[in-house]
């Protein structure tokens, strides 16, 4: 089978940083992602990481160390409109993606 | 175009009622996937279309028939569902099943009375 954990709830305040981890125990593991889901929303994709190492893209960063079973988010210059749900998902192969629990970011001004 | 449609927004339904949900998406996408939602949970892959074919049905009970008429179009049908069926219905495209960037449509919010 397939376990993610995630911290339930991060609270922040604007202008910060925060990092989201995740761990996961899963066979045939191929990669780790990212995706942010606002009250009401759909799941939107934010990063993949399938090698280790960080991967940015503006103020979002994703790391991924494949021998710890272990990745994160980073979350920088925090503005209001991050307050979402952010979801890591393991993919394996042709197997689609399962997702971690979810963790609830408030931003606070 | 890249997004991803759904409709209904809503659907409140009777335990006896047969409807269904329809997705669609017109970015060439190749492969699609039903998924349900929870409150305050994660959402839980039902199942995946690969090329029009169905590749993975995560042993969702038979009340819930997936169909893919053609490449841009998913519909779900629904018959006999309980109330604990009541949650959100997403969809999701990618360009290949493999690709773990997946395009989520808004749902379909489905209420069984």
């Known amino acids: 089978g397939q376990s993610l954990e995630q911290p339930s709830e991060v609270t922040a305040v604007e202008g910060a940083i925060v990092q989201i981890n995740c761990t996961y125990q899963t066979s045939g593991f191929y990669g780790l992602s990212w995706y942010q889901q606002h009250d009401g929303g759909a799941p939107t994709f934010l990063s993949y990481n399938a090698l280790d190492g960080l991967e940015e893209t503006g103020r979002f960063s994703s790391f991924l160390s494949r021998s710890d079973s272990y990745g994160y988010l980073l979350l920088q210059e925090l503005q209001m409109k991050d307050s979402a749900s952010y979801f890591c998902a393991v993919s394996k192969g042709r197997r689609a993606l399962t997702f971690g629990s979810g963790t609830r970011l408030q931003v606070q001004p | 175009d890249t997004e991803v449609t759904q409709t209904p927004k809503h659907l409140v339904m009777g335990m006896t009622n047969k409807k269904s949900l329809k997705c669609e998406q017109h970015?060439?996408?190749?492969?699609m996937y039903w998924y349900k939602q929870k409150a305050k949970k994660p959402p839980e892959l039902m199942f995946v279309?690969?090329?029009?074919?169905?590749?993975i049905n995560e042993s969702v009970p038979s009340r819930f028939s997936p169909e893919c008429p053609n490449s841009s179009l998913l519909n779900l049908h629904l018959h006999a569902l309980q109330p604990e069926d009541s949650a959100l219905y997403l969809c999701a495209s990618s360009q290949e099943q493999e690709d773990n960037e997946q395009f989520f449509g808004p749902g379909t919010r489905l209420t069984v009375l």
């Open positions: 279309y690969s090329y029009e074919k169905l590749s």
């Open positions: 970015m060439g996408h190749r492969a």
